[in-house]
C-alpha cells in the first residue's frame, strides 16, 4: 500500500501520526478520523504580538467589569458594594450515575442530550475504545440495542490486530512497555439541531491529545479538532446513540506553546482524571 492510499484509508495521517476511525453509522455515515496531522506552520511574531495584545485588553476589560463598583464614582469610600455569587444553576441534574466509568441516567429534555452527546462523544474517541473487553462495554453501553451486535462487528473489524499493530499497540490494545497510549477528548461545545421526545441529534465540538507518548514513538501525541454528530434515541430510559458521522474542525490558529516531553506528556494522562460533561 502506497502512502497515498494509507493516507486515504484514513488509518495514518500525512504525518505518519496515527489516524484512528470508527466503524460507519447508520445511513452511509462518513468513517471518523479521530486523529489528524497537526497544523503545520507558526504564526509570525507581528501575529503573536497582535494576539497576545488583544488578549491583555479582553483580561482587563474582564477584570474591569469584575470589580464590583468603583470608590471615585460617588466619592464615599465606605458604600456597599455588591455582593459577589457563584452562578446559580439552572439546568436538570445532568446525570444520575454511571455505568462502567461512564456517564448515564441522563435528564429527559434537550439539555440531557447534549449531556449525553457529550460524554458519548469522550468514550467514542479514547483509548478504550481500542481495547476488545472495554470496547464490547462501551458499545453496548452507548448504542441503541438493536445496533449494538452490527457496531459491535464494524468496530472488531476496523480495530483488527494489524491496525493495532500499525499504531504500536498490542491484540490487547495496550502499548510497548516505556510508552503511553494517548486517545483524550475534550469537548468544546454542543448544538442541539433537532429535538424531541424519543429522538434527537446533537453536533458536538471537540478537541483533544491524540498519539503515542515515549521516547523513541513514530506518532507523537499531538492535537486536533473535530465536529462529531450524533443521532440519539430515547430508550430504556436513557439518551442513547443511533448513529454518527463526523467531520474535521473548526480549528483555530496553533498557538506558540513550547512542546512537552513524551514523558511529561505521559505523566499529564496518568495524573490528570476525565470530567462528567453537562450542557
Known sequence: ??????????????????????????????????????????????????????????????????????????????????????????????????????????????QGAQSAASNYAVSLVSADILKPARRTEIVKQLFVADKVSELQGKFDKTYSKEFLN?????????????????????PVGTKATAYSDSAATVEVWCTGAFGTAGQDTTNPVSNDWFTLTLKLRWADNDWKVQ????????????????????DEIAKAVQEYGGFTYAR
Open 243 to 262: 448513529s454518527f458521522q463526523s467531520k474535521d474542525g473548526p480549528a483555530p490558529v496553533n498557538g506558540d506553546n513550547k512542546v512537552s516531553t513524551a
Open 1 to 110: 500500500m502506497s502512502p497515498d492510499d494509507e493516507r486515504n484509508d484514513g488509518l495514518f495521517g500525512g504525518s505518519g501520526e496515527t489516524r484512528t476511525r470508527l466503524p460507519e453509522g447508520e445511513g452511509g455515515d462518513d468513517l471518523y478520523g479521530a486523529r489528524r496531522s497537526s497544523r503545520s506552520g507558526r504564526t509570525s511574531s507581528r501575529s503573536m504580538v497582535t494576539v497576545m495584545g488583544v488578549v491583555v485588553l479582553l483580561i482587563a476589560a474582564i477584570a474591569f467589569a469584575n470589580r464590583g463598583g468603583d470608590e471615585s464614582s460617588s466619592g464615599r469610600a465606605d458604600e456597599k458594594k455588591p455582593d459577589t455569587a457563584a452562578t446559580a444553576p439552572t439546568a436538570e441534574k445532568p446525570v444520575g450515575g454511571k455505568n462502567g466509568g461512564i456517564p448515564s441516567g441522563f435528564a429527559h429534555d434537550e
Open 166 to 186: 500499525k499504531v504500536g499497540l498490542d491484540d490487547k490494545g495496550n502499548a510497548a512497555p516505556g510508552h503511553t497510549y494517548v486517545s483524550r477528548t475534550v
